[in-house]
């Protein structure tokens, strides 16, 4: 039976196929002001998403539109520079199209990574939060229509989005280097508006601890389809409300870049010593 999502999938799939010979068992997709750590690594082979036929472009600032393909502690890995986002005007489905393909491509392990905004009281800017859980009912699911039956089933089970085994082991890595770590839920909400002050206690008051634009459905269309999901948010910015100041691109953009270092040193720990 015809089903156009698959088609549009698989028709990247097969071009990209063409275009590069790589195997990756590990997936990364970095988020705004974070995508340095694909230029500390050894890139084996690049492509740019505008030369994948199919391929949902991306525009926002802070990211470069393009799959590295490199080894990380010997583990073959394609990384995700630059993000497609829902508020770009994407379907959801086509959000997560880089994440399926990085999944066809046999990477069995995603680790998601974001900006986000501070929710939770005890959050500091340059902060990093462990995606325990995450709330994305705000946004139209991935999964909605025909489901994709190659890749996973109609009901996929969401209990574990976010894998505890990765999540404690990066809590331990990072309280061994002594850094600013947090477990929390996450909240995606489209934008690409910031939310205001009355959204943000809404989400305090479901039990979300960060907000942002991303990475919620991008992992639960990985889980759909069997990955082992890791989630790492690092607090950029104190939400809407939480603090008095005004938000900002920019302001994102600096706290990601003044993160970079412990961001990209945790990361890489995570990959030596996570079971593949
Ligand atoms: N809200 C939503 N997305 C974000 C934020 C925020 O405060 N900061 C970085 N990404």
Redesign the pocket.
């Known amino acids: 039976m015809e089903n156009k999502a698959y088609e549009r999938l698989m028709t990247a799939y097969e071009d990209l196929k063409s275009k590069i010979d790589f195997k990756p068992e590990l997936a990364i997709t970095l988020g705004?002001g974070l995508g340095k750590l694909a230029d500390v690594v050894e890139v084996e082979a690049e492509i740019s998403y505008s030369e994948i036929k199919g391929f949902p472009i991306s525009t926002a600032p802070g990211h470069k539109g393009r799959f590295v393909f490199t080894h990380i502690h010997g583990v073959p890995t394609v990384i995700m520079q630059g993000r497609v986002h829902r508020y770009e005007g994407y379907t959801a489905q086509d959000t997560v199209l880089p994440t399926r393909l990085m999944g066809l491509m046999g990477a069995k392990t995603l680790i998601v990574t974001n900006?986000?905004?501070g929710v939770n009281k005890n959050f500091n800017i340059g902060d990093l939060m462990i995606i325990r859980d995450h709330i994305v009912q705000f946004v139209e699911s991935p999964l909605m229509g025909q489901n994709i039956k190659e890749l996973g089933t109609r009901f996929p089970d969401m209990t574990e989005v976010y894998s505890k085994e990765y999540g404690d082991l990066i809590e331990e890595i990072a309280k061994e280097k002594g850094l600013p770590i947090h477990n929390g839920v996450y909240c995606q909400?489209s934008?690409p508006q910031?939310?205001t002050p009355a959204e943000v206690k809404m989400v305090g008051l479901l039990g979300g601890d960060a907000?942002?634009?991303s990475t919620g459905i991008e992992s639960l269309a990985a889980r759909h389809m069997g990955m082992k999901v890791a989630g790492i948010t690092l607090v950029?910015?104190l939400?809407?409300g939480i603090s008095d100041v005004e938000?900002s691109e920019q302001e994102?953009i600096d706290a990601g870049e003044a993160a970079s270092e412990y961001f990209i040193d945790l990361v890489l720990e995570f990959i030596k010593r996570m079971n593949k």
Request: aromatic content about 12%.
């Open positions: 705004s900006a986000a905004g909400f934008g910031y939310e907000v942002g634009m950029t910015n939400a809407a938000l994102v």
